[in-house]
């Protein structure tokens, strides 16, 4: 039972940042009609520069250190006994201006180049067919892939977590649960994030212009919305949360090119949810992590990567728009 | 020949035919009318095959078809056009009309691949067959090889009726096949229509709203009002019936 | 010369390559395969083999994109079950002493039969499922069955992550050991292929294929099957790419599962978006396109930056993003591909003397 548990949370976990990465597919989709093959290419990108910003640049002699070391900091964390949750703590109260610097710039980076894309290759292509406009993201995968070996050469690295990660223990139905603190926290975020863009879509005026400009680009035109700008607001939305994403991911296992597939099992996840439901894909991204931490626990490592892909599959089969998507009725 | 029994068809909440019957003779042209919205096109899509009616039954030749897929009917001798033209865009005109000949070939991968053999001799019976008895007869022998995308719309309806030809239908539905068309067009297309009778023995079904056409040319109308049928006689019957007239025709100024 | 329809027959007319231009151009590059093996370089062998089996693959795909409009971003698998399947039949063969001389002809058929039966199962979903849920499907399937091919479990006969070494094979006691030898089967299986898919389109079962693509209810209506049509689509172009991965088993000394990943598939597909889809020429177009530009690219770089190991690093980011512009470029400004250029540029020449009857 014990067993079954962590793994249970570890899974909600997973599910959380899941349930993120998609919130930035659904948004693009819901915006544009367009699926982000890619995205999880862009939230690799958002990782790349959590890095660079928060790693490898305080670390150039000729850039800040910015690192918190006031007096009473330096001499607790002397004191203090190793892999404590204060030490925890104090790592990363330490580390707090990098977290923060590096976090900024690498969503201020990813809204940046969510611009591009969407400013020159998106918007050339409004009206053109579906299958166009998902080869562009599937050739700006590539892209992104290249441009990410070229800038960052390929090694696997390291990066601060986002939150203090001490190794908390308790017992729940009298059997130990091991969580790491960040991982709980960046749950919480996560939840936090996915809901406040939930609400901020049904109840702001943007919000609103997206619905209405994802289901008949020409009557929002009409009515006074700009288009394009809930184009650019969709994707600038989706890099700014992928960012996100990509730096607890980042923070939880490392930065590296495998980042990059992670963006298919959560399109899986999406299209399980149905490309247009926010709460459809939530409950898909929940139920895939926890899928996948019970494959995890019963049939070992090897078959978590596959997990998401077989449960869209069976979804599919049975309901061929998602759990909770809607039904494009063809007019004959 | 065609018998239509009770058709009742809802989606959701929406009730698009509420009863529908009537019967049509062997070669006989029936007028289908009524406003937009009356559920035309759809009890053509019932009697073709793409909607299941939630009651009645749909008889061909005595045959009950319910529960043919539209392949299925196709095979038996139902064709149809579309009210949107629903001509394939990438091919020509010969192409076109040759898939209406699809369930009358046996070509499979094996013989297709290999095609010099029985598919050669199948496709060069085809060519023959379809040019003397549907092209020569539509009048569109001049632009056979010319892509669809490349025709005027009132050709391309011809096109749409050559493919339906080309099925050998004893059953043909007609959806607005002179919709937008001018006088001398829809003169041309209902002579071709009276031709299809008169050489092949069809039986047609025609939803129309030109009812100049509606009434020269068919022996009997059924007038469909929001999924009822209101009416169903002779065009001078349906022509003097009161409640077609404040449904749908309207009065003499 | 008079520029006008002048066929005398239906059969005249029904004919591919009914003009004298076509008919050089068929024979020329027969030429040129003929040629290629005795006068090439190994370079030029191994580049021309390349192109020869990328060539089958993506005809492959084309009857299934291309003329059927069903995406698949997960065709790389059929090539996986087609280089597998032929080195794991080899050994079955030699286990039960068929002569090495006839194996090829149980084993590369049984190798696109094996990847057509996997084809019809991948095609299940398209007949619940279009567009982007379709494409997601295939990709899925396509990690799905790489992943059983690396499984532990299966890797008694996969070889697992380590892979297979292959088999040379030998056509009547011919053992084609070398890549000359090689390229020659290649060439022909090539040939064969593109003119043999093409065959499907002059009869029903490809105007069915294009039907669907247009607009499937109206497919219906006219009786074509869409159950029996879409998954004939699948099968055939799994067993191309079937045939496609037997030649590639026979062509590299080892298969691994890496080879096949979605880079595989992304290629393929590329390849099929340059040239033009639902052309017969298109495959070609793109493959020479897709395998080329690597290869320019060496050029260009050890041209400009000698052989630096700065410049070898950049060398594969560099394809990669070359190789992602040039779907975006071509989508951008030539969506149907490389093969519409040459539409416009044999429009231009069809005057006197170059009139094409």
């Known amino acids: ?332 | ?253 | 010369m008079i520029n006008g329809n002048l066929k005398a027959t239906y059969a005249a007319d029904e004919k591919i390559a009914d003009n004298r231009y076509k008919v050089s151009f068929i024979w020329g590059l027969a030429a040129l395969a003929a040629l290629l093996p005795i006068f090439a370089n190994d370079y030029i062998i191994l580049v021309a083999c390349q192109v020869g089996i990328m060539v089958i693959a993506v005809v492959g795909l084309n009857v299934l994109t291309g003329y059927t409009g069903l995406m698949s971003l997960g065709h790389a698998a059929f090539v996986a079950i087609g280089a597998y399947g032929v080195t794991l039949l080899h050994h079955a063969a030699t286990a039960l002493s068929i002569s090495d001389g006839l194996q090829p002809f149980l084993t590369i058929p049984g190798a696109m039969a094996l990847a057509a039966v996997i084809g019809l199962i991948v095609g299940l979903p398209s007949l619940r499922v279009k567009g982007v849920y379709l494409a997601v499907a295939t990709l899925s399937a396509n990690f799905i069955i790489i992943f059983l091919i690396e499984l532990d479990a299966f890797a008694p006969w996969t070889g697992g992550k380590t892979g297979l070494t292959t088999v040379d094979p030998s056509i009547f006691g011919w053992v084609l050991d070398t890549q000359r030898e090689v390229f020659v089967l290649i060439a022909v299986m090539a040939f064969a292929t593109v003119l043999l898919v093409q065959n499907l389109f002059r009869t029903r079962v490809g105007r069915a294929f294009i039907a669907i693509r247009e607009r499937d209810y109206s497919a219906e209506i006219l009786g074509i099957s869409l159950f029996h049509y879409k998954l004939t689509s699948f099968a055939i172009s799994a067993a191309c790419c079937g045939l496609a991965g037997a030649l590639m088993a026979y062509f590299y000394a080892r298969v691994l599962p890496e080879q096949f990943e979605l880079l595989l598939s992304l290629q393929l597909v590329a390849a099929l978006i340059v040239g033009g889809m639902g052309r017969t020429m298109g495959p070609v177009f793109g493959v020479l396109v897709i395998v080329l530009s690597p290869e320019l690219l060496k050029v260009v770089l050890s041209a400009i930056a000698g052989d630096s190991i700065e410049a070898a690093q950049f060398r594969a980011p560099l394809q990669e993003i070359i190789f992602g512009l040039l779907i975006i470029g071509f989508i951008m400004f030539e969506p149907l591909g490389m093969t519409q250029i040459s539409d416009r540029v044999f429009r231009a020449l069809n005057r006197w003397p170059f009139a094409r009857g």
């Open chain 1, 1 to 332: 039972m014990g067993q079954f548990l962590q793994f249970a949370i570890n899974g909600l976990m997973s599910g959380a940042i899941y349930a993120l990465i998609a919130l930035g597919i659904v948004a693009i989709y819901k915006a544009t009609r367009v699926v982000n093959f890619a995205h999880g290419y862009v939230i690799m990108i958002g990782a790349y520069l959590y890095y660079t910003f928060a790693v490898l640049l305080p670390a150039a002699p000729w850039f800040p250190d910015l690192l918190f070391t006031p007096a009473w900091l330096v001499e607790a964390k002397a004191s203090a006994q190793m892999f404590s949750p204060e030490a925890a703590w104090l790592a990363w109260l330490e580390k707090l201006p990098r977290i923060v610097f590096g976090l900024i710039c690498a969503i201020i980076g990813s809204a940046l180049l969510a611009r591009l894309i969407e400013r020159f290759l998106m918007r050339p292509l409004l009206g053109q067919s579906n299958f166009a406009m998902i080869m562009i993201t599937v050739g700006l995968i590539s892209v992104l892939s290249g441009a990410k070996s070229m800038i960052w050469t390929g090694d696997a690295a390291s990066v601060p977590h986002l939150a203090p990660n001490p190794a908390l223990r308790f017992e729940v139905f009298g059997s130990k649960v091991f969580i790491f603190g960040a991982n709980l926290v960046s749950m919480g975020l996560a939840l936090l994030i996915f809901a406040a863009i939930v609400i901020w879509l049904r109840r702001s005026s943007s919000g609103v212009a997206m619905r209405a400009a994802s289901e008949d680009q020409s009557t929002a035109y009409s009515m006074g919305i700009s288009v394009p700008r809930v184009f650019a607001n969709a994707w600038v939305l989706a890099a700014a949360t992928g960012a996100i994403a990509g730096a607890i991911l980042a923070a939880r296992d490392g930065v590296s090119p495998a980042l990059g597939l992670f963006g298919f099992s959560v399109l899986a996840i999406v299209l399980m949810g149905g490309l247009d439901s926010f709460v459809g894909v939530f409950i898909s991204a929940m139920a895939v992590g926890i899928l996948e931490a019970l494959a995890q626990w019963q049939l070992g490592g090897d078959w978590v990567e596959i997990t998401p892909y077989v449960a869209v599959l069976i979804v599919i089969l049975i309901r061929p728009h998602g759990l909770l998507g809607q039904k494009e009725i063809e007019r004959i």
């Open chain 2, 1 to 253: 020949m065609l018998k239509v029994e009770d058709i009742q068809l809802s989606f959701g909440g929406v009730r698009a035919l509420q009863g529908v019957s009537f019967e049509a003779s062997p070669g006989e042209i029936t007028g289908i009318i009524g406003p937009n919205g009356a559920g035309k096109t759809s009890l053509f899509n019932v009697i073709s095959g793409f909607y299941k009616p939630d009651t009645g039954r749909v008889r061909v030749e005595g045959q009950d078809v319910s529960a043919l897929k539209p392949d299925a009917r196709a095979a038996l001798g139902i064709a149809r056009t579309f009210q949107n033209i629903a001509l394939f865009r990438g091919m020509t005109v010969l192409d076109n009309i040759k898939l209406g000949c699809h369930t009358r070939l046996n070509a499979n991968v094996w013989s297709a691949l290999r095609y010099f053999g029985s598919a050669q001799k199948e496709e060069l019976e085809l060519r023959r067959d379809l040019e003397e008895r549907v092209i020569d007869f539509l009048e569109i022998d001049h632009v056979r090889k010319a892509p669809i995308t490349a025709l005027p719309y009132g050709l391309q309806k011809r096109v749409e009726l050559g493919r339906a030809l080309a099925m050998k239908p004893k059953l043909l539905l007609l959806d607005e096949p002179v919709a937008g068309m001018n006088r001398e067009e829809t003169a041309d297309m209902a002579r071709f229509i009276l031709d299809v009778q008169e050489q092949f023995g069809t039986t047609i079904l025609l939803v129309e709203h030109d009812m100049h056409m509606v009434m020269d040319i068919c022996s009997q109308v059924v007038v469909l009002n929001f999924g009822q049928q209101i009416a169903q006689g002779t065009p001078a019957e349906i022509a003097q019936s009161q409640a077609v007239i404040d449904a749908y025709l309207g009065q003499a100024a």
